[in-house]
Each structure stands twice: as C-alpha cells, then as structure tokens.
C-alpha cells in the first residue's frame, strides 16, 4: 500500500508498524518474559507479509535479536522472532491446530519458563525438517499462522488479518502453484469452519486489510464486535 494512496475510507485509518511496535512493547508479557503476538487469519491474507515486517521495526523499538521468519540474521535484518504454521507439518486435509502442540513443546512451553526453544522448522518444497534453531525468550514472540490467534493461545495481542477470496486465492496459487488450487480450496472452507466455531475475528485486537500492505503502514478496519471480545 503506497503511504500516499488516495482517497482512503475515513473508516480505514492508517497506522504504522512502528507505532504498533510500540503498542506491544508497553503489553504485559504472556508467556514467560515474552508477550506473545499472535497474527492470525485466513490463507493467502498477507500474514506473512506483516509479520516479516513488524519483526523488522521491533528490533529498533526495543525487540530482542535474533533471526525473523527462519531466515538467517544478518545486519539490518533481525528483530523480534517468528514462529509460523508453516514451520511444522500440517497436510492439506488435517485440523488446521495439528501444529499448535508441537509448537508447544518446541517453543512455548521453554519460552514460558524463562528459556530458549529449540525448534526444527519443516521445508516443505523438500519434505524435511532443518537444523535446530534457538527461539530467544524474547521481550515480543511473533506466532503467524491458521489458529495462532485460537481461544488457547497465551497472546498478549491477537491481529486478525484478511483479504478478499479472490486475491487470497491468486496469492496461494502463486506460492503454492496451480496444481493445489483444489487441496487450497479444501483447505479454505476447513479454516473458515475452524475460525467460525473458535470465534477467532472477534477476538481480535486488531483487524488488518491483508489487500494493500504498506512498506512502513498498514490499514487497518473495524473491529465490530469490540476489542478482545469473545475472549
């Protein structure tokens, strides 16, 4: 999203990711010493995408050292650490939480007492899980993916992001490739059955439009059934 686009909807403030950094660093933390941010929502919404960049300003805002997102760090690049669905085996046709109990026992459960998690994150274009990497007790824990944000999850702020099926659809299909539109599809209707049953949208903290993600800022929509409802 260009920082100049015109003709915004007064509806759909903009705000920066360095002010949301901000916001989340003044949070009590959730999970240890940790305030654990949770960005949730459907696939192909732009998760990834916001993640990344939040983890990069949180460096600057006061957030611990330490690789983003699986890549390695290297200057100008590190901030607060990401831990994805994406990071473990989930299948097309499994309950879209497979991954919430290993990620217990790799990095919540440690992070939670005060220690590093150790966590092998799944290749999926290889079928292979990577080295072990430390996960810091950082002062912020990004946890991207389907059901990060479920009623389950110790989060000290929970993001909701979104985009229309459409777009989501062309996103996954470049990612993913043309052959897995019928499994995404399946997926899709599996996730929003997942969402509507946990009531993850309306206990969000924040809602994100996932369509037009800025370098710097983001909009932002309403959130109509409150802050931190359905808690």
């Not at 309950?95 to 799944?122: C, H, K, N, Q």
């Not at 959130?223 to 359905?230: A, F, Y």
């Amino acid at each position: 999203m260009p920082d100049d686009a015109p003709n915004r909807p007064a509806t759909s403030p903009v705000t920066s990711y360095a002010a949301l950094a901000a916001r989340l660093l003044a949070l009590p933390p959730s999970c240890g010493p940790s305030r654990l941010v949770a960005v949730d929502g459907p696939s192909g919404a732009g998760k990834s995408t916001f993640a990344d960049r939040l983890a990069e300003v949180l460096v600057g805002a006061g957030g611990a050292p330490g690789g983003a997102g699986g890549r390695p760090p290297s200057e100008g690049t590190v901030g607060a650490p990401v831990v994805r669905s994406d990071d473990f085996r989930v299948p097309w046709d499994a309950d879209p939480l497979t991954w919430w109990e290993p990620l217990r026992r790799a990095v919540l459960d440690p992070v939670g007492a005060g220690r590093p998690g150790a966590l092998r994150r799944y290749d999926w274009r290889r079928g292979a899980y990577g080295p072990a990497e430390e996960v810091p007790a950082a002062p912020v824990l990004l946890v991207e993916g389907v059901g990060a944000a479920w009623a389950g999850s110790p989060a000290a702020f929970r993001i909701w992001i979104d985009a229309p099926l459409d777009l989501r659809r062309a996103r996954a299909a470049d990612r993913d490739g043309a052959e897995y539109a019928d499994a995404w599809d399946r997926w899709s209707a599996r996730e929003t059955a997942f969402f509507a049953a946990d009531g993850t949208r309306a206990r969000a903290d924040l809602h994100v439009d996932g369509a037009r993600l800025g370098r710097d800022r983001f909009r932002t929509t309403p959130v109509r059934d409150g802050p931190g409802s359905g808690r």
